[in-house]
């Protein structure tokens, strides 16, 4: 068997920790040299990148660490920032052939409908990106909208949609992909969307696949999905909180801070008995769910170009509710200032104060703790 590199790069908020965990799992079930994994360290692939983009110095030695240790017939390297950075990748694969004996390397990644991606970044990280949030608020001053009556996901998804900074998965793909045609047929690139409940599958044995790794195991044993979220209160709190600081004013935990500290609060809340009104009475699904679809609509027709591209099925990526005309920005700054309206500011502020308490006490308990 050729010896061949798989490397998957993410993205980011598309199942990669699950895939990981997955890959580790499989890794310590192999007795023999068939297979390797190894997570790849970001702050030296960050360096590596830095490095490669101003010619400032040789910026491969720990790649070549890594790739001069792994010894298997197949190996996977992985991280999701690499989805970000083509040049790198590109880079790490002619090494691999050209110095590290490695006969072919396939480059493997998976996406998600920018909606959804969007929305799983900010639970993760936007709810507490100062920036974020305080870019988020400019816009709907821009357009004169009162940005207290809405969630902070609320004016991030809006925001995503007045200015248009969606995630272009076809010039993504289409940058790997010039990048593959210099080293072909030795280089190749595969990708697919992420596992859904509507569109479910294994995602160990769709990697392999595309990876071109003849695996004859049972993969269900090695599915791990790791799906992870914050307490919605944590998630309202800190949002609140941040979003009326001022710009030099500073607070932990940021967008890559404390993260298992903040994981031990969400468990101290989902044991306490913490009332909270719901969500959906202050902030109506109906709002979010319209610029979902805005979302998914505007996008459809780069992502048709992506799955084209990459043999990708499409009706993943075809809107829900069909392919209606698209608003226009004034349409939906409309919708905006309609649903302002017809909310209640007071509601709206009681709701943000019960999460701030709720936050501060399960943080207040866990500090004691500690």
């Known amino acids: 068997m050729a010896r061949r590199l798989a490397i998957h790069i993410g993205a980011q908020k598309c199942a990669s920790s699950s895939l990981q965990a997955s890959l580790r799992l ?66 790490i694969a002619r090494r691999a052939l050209k110095r590290h004996g490695f006969e072919h390397i396939v480059v493997v990644g998976y996406t998600r409908l920018q909606s959804s991606y969007h929305i799983s970044a900010f639970k993760q990280w936007f709810f507490r990106d100062r920036k974020k949030l305080r870019d988020d608020i400019a816009v709907f001053k821009d357009h004169a909208l009162p940005w207290r009556k809405f969630s902070a996901l609320e004016r991030s998804l809006l925001a995503m949609a007045l200015t248009g900074k969606d995630r272009n998965w076809h010039a993504n793909y289409k940058k790997f ?11 190749t690139i595969a990708s697919n969307h992420i596992p859904t409940k509507q569109r479910p599958y294994l995602l160990l044995e769709d990697f392999f696949q595309l990876s071109g790794f003849d695996c004859e195991d ?18 309202h709190a800190l949002s609140s909180h941040f979003s009326s600081l001022g710009s030099r004013l500073s607070c932990f935990p940021g967008p890559h801070e404390g993260n298992r500290w903040l994981f031990r609060v969400c468990n101290r809340l989902d044991h306490a008995s913490v009332n909270l009104p719901s969500e959906d009475g202050v902030f109506l699904n109906e709002f979010c769910g319209s610029i979902v679809h805005y979302l998914d609509r505007r996008n459809y027709p780069a992502n048709l170009e992506y799955c084209h591209l990459m043999s990708v099925d499409k009706s993943y990526f075809e809107p829900e509710n069909g392919l209606d005309p698209l608003p226009t920005v004034s349409d939906l700054v409309q919708v905006a200032q309609d649903t ?16 701030e308490n709720a936050f501060m006490n399960a943080s207040r308990a866990e500090i004691i703790s500690t």
């Open 177 to 187: 992909s010039g990048g593959c045609t210099a080293l072909s047929p030795q280089m």
């Open 218 to 235: 049972d993969l269900s044993a090695f599915d791990v999905r790791k799906n992870v979220s914050f307490h919605p209160a944590v998630v």
């Open 26 to 91: 499989f890794q310590n079930s192999c007795n023999n040299n068939s297979f390797s994994f190894v997570f790849l360290n970001p702050a030296q692939l960050r360096a590596a990148s830095n490095a490669l983009t101003h010619k400032t110095k040789e910026p491969f030695q720990y790649i070549d660490r890594i790739l001069s240790e792994l010894k298997s017939d197949f190996s996977v390297i992985s991280h999701e920032m690499l989805g970000n950075r083509p040049e790198l990748v590109q880079a």
């Open 340 to 355: 302002a309206e017809h909310r209640n500011q007071k509601d709206i502020d009681d709701f943000l104060l019960m999460s």
